[in-house]
T-cell receptor
Framework: AQRVTQPEKLLSVFKGAPVELKCNYS??????LFWYVQYSRQRLQLLLR??SRESIKGFTADLNKGETSFHLKKPFAQEEDSAMYYC??????????????FGQGTTLQVKP | DAGVTQSPTHLIKTRGQHVTLRCSPI?????VSWYQQVLGQGPQFIFQ???????GRGNFPDRFSARQFPNYSSELNVNALLLGDSALYLC?????????FGPGTRLTVT
C-alpha cells in the first residue's frame, strides 16, 4: 500500500532548538518525496523536494531508502517556522506530480 | 497572476443534494488536481486532469466526478451528498514537479 506516515501531530520546541519532523513512507517503486508547508492563513506550498537536494529556509531533508524515511530537519528553529508541515510522495515523472499522497501533517510550534 | 482560484469560498448543503466546485489554474498550467481535506487529516487525492483528460483517480465513489474545460479550468461535482463529504476541497495546478494550491472551498453538509 502507498502510504505516508507522520507520527507526531504536534512538535513544540523553543526558538534556537533543533527541529526534526519525522516522515516514513511505504511505496512500491521509486517515489518522489516532498515537504509542503502551510503557514497561518496561507495556502499550502512546496517547501522542498528530495531530488533537488536544496536547503530552503534552513530546512533540509534526506531520503533514506533503507529506512523509507524522509525526515525534515533544521538546526536552529525560528518563530516564523511555526506552521503545519506535510510530507508527501508521488510516482516519478512530471505526469505523476498531480497525484500526491500526503501524510496527516505535523504542527510545528516554535516558542520564544 | 492571482494564483489558483477557487469558488465558492464556502457553502452549506443538505444531505442528498448536489454540489459543483470550480477551479481556475495558474495561467499556462495545463494540469489540475483535486484533493479532499477532512479536518485533522492531510489532503487526499481525488482526481487529476491534464489537457481535459482524466489522468488519475483516487479512492472515491462514483458520486464524485470532475471535468476540465478548454481553458484548463475545472469543476468537481459531488452527487447525493453525505455528512462525511464535509471537508475542505483543494484544487492545485501543476508545472513541472511543483503543485500550486488554491485556497480551497469549505463544504459543510448538514
Amino acid at each position: 500500500a502507498q502510504r505516508v506516515t507522520q507520527p507526531e501531530k504536534l512538535l513544540s520546541v523553543f526558538k534556537g532548538a533543533p527541529v526534526e519532523l519525522k516522515c516514513n513512507y511505504s511505496y512500491s517503486g521509486s517515489p518522489e518525496l516532498f515537504w509542503y508547508v502551510q503557514y497561518s492563513r496561507q495556502r499550502l506550498q512546496l517547501l522542498l523536494r528530495h531530488i533537488s537536494r536544496e536547503s530552503i529556509k534552513g530546512f533540509t531533508a534526506d531520503l533514506n531508502k533503507g529506512e523509507t524515511s524522509f525526515h525534515l530537519k533544521k538546526p536552529f528553529a525560528q518563530e516564523e517556522d511555526s506552521a503545519m508541515y506535510y510530507c508527501a510522495l508521488s510516482g516519478r515523472g512530471s505526469s505523476n506530480t498531480g497525484k500526491l499522497i500526503f501524510g496527516q501533517g505535523t504542527t510545528l510550534q516554535v516558542k520564544p | 497572476d492571482a494564483g489558483v482560484t477557487q469558488s465558492p469560498t464556502h457553502l452549506i448543503k443538505t444531505r442528498g443534494q448536489h454540489v459543483t466546485l470550480r477551479c481556475s489554474p495558474i495561467s499556462g498550467h495545463k494540469s489540475v488536481s483535486w484533493y479532499q481535506q477532512v479536518l485533522g487529516q492531510g489532503p487526499q487525492f481525488i482526481f487529476q486532469y491534464y489537457e481535459k483528460e482524466e489522468r488519475g483517480r483516487g479512492n472515491f465513489p462514483d458520486r464524485f466526478s470532475a471535468r476540465q474545460f478548454p481553458n484548463y479550468s475545472s469543476e468537481l461535482n459531488v452527487n447525493a451528498l453525505l455528512l462525511g463529504d464535509s471537508a475542505l476541497y483543494l484544487c492545485a495546478s501543476s508545472f513541472a514537479y511543483e503543485q500550486y494550491f488554491g485556497p480551497g472551498t469549505r463544504l459543510t453538509v448538514t
